[in-house]
Antibody
Framework: EVQLVESGGGLVKPGGSLRLSCAAS????????MNWVRQAPGKGLEWVSS????????YYADSVKDRFTISRDNAKNSLYLQMNSLRAEDTAVYYC????????WGQGTLVTVSS | DIVMTQSPESLAVSLGERATINCKSS????????????LAWSQQKPGQPPKLLIY???TRNSGVPDRFSGSGSGTDFTLTISSLQAEDVAVYYC????????FGQGTKLEIK
């Protein structure tokens, strides 16, 4: 069974940092590109960042560029998102997701940025 | 960025009737190298992550009931639910993966 389990969310003050993790199992993680997608409360889905299977290609949404860093460890079947300089508008549920055509999604982890 | 525009924003359909959701991309998502449309449809119920229904514009994901179908090519796409069931109440998103993923704004489907 495919599983993606996110962790690391929580309440953080504006300007603070958080590191999200995503543990993958049930599929060959090292052969898939991966994404972080977020959803603000009551809003739609917003792509945040992508990383290719070997980390050769990395992309960010303009809204998070220069603040967030995506990475992966294929030996640990894990995906990460380092989030710095957090803002109120970064408040959202953050989903770890495989390449879109594969359709694997985690349950999400809530990040709340508030003073 | 490729902008995805869905219509309608909300839709109320009677049980057993057909539901149709449209999606338009700001540029073609048809890749000439493999003649595939990099377009997917996902369903999201409250408190749950999105669930992939359709990929490559018309390929049903494993386990998805055959009342769900996708069609279209290039910039215009449609998701059709042939006979609406109560469990189909959800928000539906189209999204492209031709370039960095972008999502439509969602269509809320309800029972009339």
């Amino acid at each position: 069974e495919v599983q993606l389990v996110e962790s690391g969310g929580g309440l953080v003050k504006p300007g603070g940092s958080l590191r999200l993790s995503c543990a993958a199992s049930g599929f060959t993680f090292s052969t898939y590109s991966m994404n972080w997608v977020r959803q603000a409360p009551g809003k739609g889905l917003e792509w945040v960042s992508s990383i290719s299977s070997t980390s050769s290609y990395i992309y960010y949404a303009d809204s998070v560029k220069d603040r967030f860093t995506i990475s992966r460890d294929n030996a640990k079947n894990s995906l990460y998102l380092q989030m710095n300089s957090l803002r109120a508008e970064d408040t959202a549920v953050y989903y770890c997701a495989s390449e879109m055509a594969a359709g694997y999604w985690g349950q999400g982890t809530l990040v709340t940025v508030s003073s | 960025d490729i902008v995805m525009t869905q219509s309608p924003e909300s839709l109320a359909v009677s049980l057993g009737e057909r539901a149709t959701i449209n999606c338009k991309s700001s540029q073609s998502v048809l890749h000439s190298s493999n003649n595939k449309n990099y377009l997917a449809w996902s369903q999201q119920k409250p408190g749950q992550p999105p669930k992939l229904l359709i990929y490559w514009a018309s390929t049903r994901n494993s386990g998805v009931p055959d009342r769900f179908s996708g069609s279209g090519s290039g910039t215009d796409f449609t998701l059709t639910i042939s006979s609406l069931q109560a469990e189909d109440v959800a928000v539906y998103y189209c999204h492209q993966y031709y370039s960095s993923p972008t999502f439509g704004q969602g269509t809320k489907l309800e029972i009339k």
